[in-house]
């Protein structure tokens, strides 16, 4: 089943502030049962501990990830990248400050 | 002392309108090109009843950062006529939601959430029509298709849930206005969020069928911290289908359903409607 991106916050080249949280929202096909999508920060799997927030309409329009450090954003530079089940990671970098 | 303090007071105020501006743009809007005939047409009770729930199994998600919250759900008796299910395609499928009719003065908004009318970011929806008080696949009111679909720049633009609310102007039915056929309830903003909350849904994702309303009945169970401005939460156990079903307290909707957590069995969120959230309710109103 298709997962596409459709929000990335902060933006490629953007910012989150120190408390914040990094989003990545995707559409979703009807059918859509589980997010295949992994989610990368600083080349680490963060998948299992981003919320997934899942939007209930009936079937399934959206669901997005959002994580943030338990022990806090490090500042400056990070690398995210999110990896779909059907195509090549999807990778930008932002800052935090 | 006393003109420090004025000072202090008329930047803060001035804070407070810079902060207001940047939040309050415009809704977004889209003129429906789909006559009333067309959408009709298109849901037949054949469509309307395939809208039937698959076993939908959510993987685990991160960690919870909302602890269960007590709530009561039942099914009203009677059905309230301003409440109902909202029906409508992406492509080729078709999807529900519920929402809830609100009083204006065009007598013809429906409220709702922002992802139950456009993709956010991406296009509006299409053979948007409203219900009210559908049950079983009786229509009693009959189908009310949208001529206008609004949503806050918020949703449409960055998909933020802090701002996932949505309008529908309806089309007259027989030459009747919406709220002037089902009556209406009210819409309230910049409210205390301590509350006690009616939600009101049509769960269509298993166990439920999509086929009855619900009731989730629930103090405020807390904030969102990960949004801004923070959601809210209450408990709820409604499932997929039951998104842009308004949170009632006395005759006003304060919200909608919005999201909910997937490791969050029982919590369900919506947004705090604020200036952005009326802004998008008078302008709905007024066309």
């Known amino acids: ?97 | 002392m006393k003109r420090a303090g004025t000072l202090l007071i008329a930047l803060l105020l001035l804070g407070a309108i810079g902060t207001s501006a940047r939040a309050a743009q415009p809704a977004k809007v889209k003129n429906v090109d789909q006559s009333r005939a067309e959408v009709v047409d298109y849901w037949t009770a054949e469509r309307m009843r395939n809208a039937v729930p698959l076993d939908i199994t959510v993987a685990p998600g991160g960690e919870a950062q909302q602890a269960a919250v007590a709530f009561t759900r039942y099914e009203p008796n009677p059905y309230p006529a301003m409440h109902g299910k909202v029906f409508f395609s992406d492509g080729v499928s078709n999807y529900v939601c519920s929402g809830t009719a609100v009083t204006s003065a065009n007598e013809s908004v429906v409220w709702t959430a922002g992802h139950c009318v456009h993709q956010g970011p991406g296009v509006f929806y299409s053979n948007w029509a409203f219900v009210p008080q559908y049950r079983d696949g009786a229509r009693p009111y009959g189908t009310w298709t949208a001529r206008r679909l609004m949503t806050t720049s918020g949703w449409a633009t960055r998909g933020d849930f802090s701002y996932d609310l949505g309008a529908a102007v309806v089309n007259a039915n027989g030459g009747a206005t919406l709220t002037d056929t089902v009556g209406s309830r009210g819409a309230a903003f910049n409210q205390p969020a301590q509350q006690r909350y009616l939600s009101h849904g049509y769960p269509a994702a298993s166990p439920f069928n999509g086929q009855r309303e619900y009731l989730c009945d629930s103090n405020l169970g807390g904030r969102d911290p990960s949004t801004s401005p923070q959601t809210m939460a209450i408990g709820c156990d409604m499932t997929g289908g039951s998104s842009g079903g308004g949170w009632v307290v006395g005759n006003n909707v304060l919200t909608v359903n919005s999201y909910g957590y997937s490791n969050q069995p029982n919590v369900m969120y919506g947004p705090y409607q604020g200036s952005v959230a009326q802004q998008l309710y008078t302008s709905a109103g007024s066309g």
Do not use: K
């Open chain 1, 1 to 97: 089943m298709s997962e596409r991106v459709v929000v990335r916050s902060p933006e490629p080249g953007g910012q989150v502030p120190p408390g914040g949280a990094l989003r990545v929202a995707f559409h979703v096909d009807p059918g859509w049962e589980s997010l295949a999508a992994r989610l990368l920060v600083d080349g680490r799997d963060v998948t299992r501990e981003s919320g997934q927030r899942i939007a209930p309409t009936y079937p399934p329009t959206r669901v997005e990830l959002v994580y943030a450090p338990a022990d806090g954003w490090s500042p400056g530079p990070h690398e995210a990248a999110v990896v779909t089940a059907d195509g090549a990671p999807d990778a930008w970098t932002f800052s935090v400050g």
